[in-house]
């Protein structure tokens, strides 16, 4: 006989062990990544949410009152902050194409079948990018001390006069320059080189045999298909640069005359030696912001050439 209770208002069976057992990877799961959301939240989330509301801030009467956008309206009218952005834009504009060439160039010859200890090679153009970033700018400031620096000692041996390396604008910003593309040209051509080498052989020989050229070979076969890679390492290469901090603040302190200041050197400053938080939250958030856009811009233009 059959049950006249519609299937509507009828209980709900309880749930048997198996069904709570097929809900258990989820608890686990959660379980799991607890932990790693918790110190998320703590050391990442937390800190930046702090950060944005502290640009939002000025210290009064030793008081933190909001102020809305002031700190950002205040950066217009900072002739350090905007000579910071104009620095970092032409230590930019000279030292990634250069850097990129280098790397690409010596990514290229530590492919070459020819070269001998390759591997050893490898390892020791890599070496600078694990120097400790402090260690290799003292270095640097020894090197291209005025008096007694090994460049300038180089320099007197071929006869040329002494250059003040460190304390003349146009010599400051190159010698920021030559040390950054000395630490990282190894870097990014290992990355380079690993990007070659997923390219077969077999496309070498193809394009052998249609008659092209070496040069024929690399700018119509292998940069098309290295693009990729070249694109993540000028990206990188560009945010490294935009956070550029400890070799001009150990070489130069941001001078002389401000020459070398960089904004996250002007940070520096604004926060831990004027004390001014809210301002230098803000100028932080700026710096975000930059790197964002550009990062976006590259990979834009990329996307447009690989259209083509």
Not at 10 to 30: F, L, M
Request: proline share 5%.
């Amino acid at each position: 006989m059959t049950s006249s209770v519609p299937a509507a208002l009828r209980k709900p069976a309880p749930r048997t062990a198996r069904a709570r057992r097929r809900r258990s990877p989820h608890t686990a799961a959660w379980l799991f990544a607890g932990p790693v959301a918790a110190l998320f939240a703590l050391f990442f989330a937390y800190p930046l949410g702090a950060s944005l509301y502290q640009s939002l801030t000025a210290r009064r009467d030793g008081v933190d009152v909001f102020v809305g956008l002031d700190q950002y309206r205040r950066m217009l009218d900072d002739p350090a902050f905007l000579h910071s952005l104009v620095n970092t834009g032409l230590i930019l504009a000279v030292q990634v194409p250069v850097m990129i060439g280098l790397a690409l160039v010596l990514a290229v010859l530590l492919n070459q079948s020819w070269l001998r200890f390759r591997a050893g090679w490898r390892a020791v153009f890599f070496l600078p990018a694990i120097t400790t970033l402090v260690a290799y700018a003292v270095v640097f400031q020894v090197l291209l001390r005025t008096d007694g620096g090994l460049a300038n000692q180089f320099l007197q041996a071929l006869g040329l006069g002494p250059v003040d390396w460190l304390n003349s604008p146009t010599w400051a910003r190159i010698s920021l320059i030559g040390s950054v593309t000395w630490r990282w040209t190894g870097y990014n051509a290992v990355i380079l080189l690993a990007g070659l080498q997923a390219i077969g052989r077999d496309q070498y020989e193809a394009a052998a045999l249609d008659g092209a050229g070496t040069v024929r070979t690399y700018t119509g076969v292998v940069l098309p298909q290295l693009r990729p890679v070249v694109l993540f390492c000028v990206i990188t290469s560009t945010i490294g640069t935009l956070q550029l901090f400890d070799e001009n603040y150990v070489l130069t302190r941001g001078g002389p005359g401000d020459a070398t200041l960089t904004p996250v050197v002007y940070l520096y400053k604004v926060g831990f030696q004027q004390l001014d938080f809210g301002y230098a939250a803000a100028i932080a958030w700026v710096v975000v912001l930059i790197i964002a856009a550009v990062s976006l811009l590259q990979f834009r233009l990329y996307g447009r050439e690989r259209r083509r």
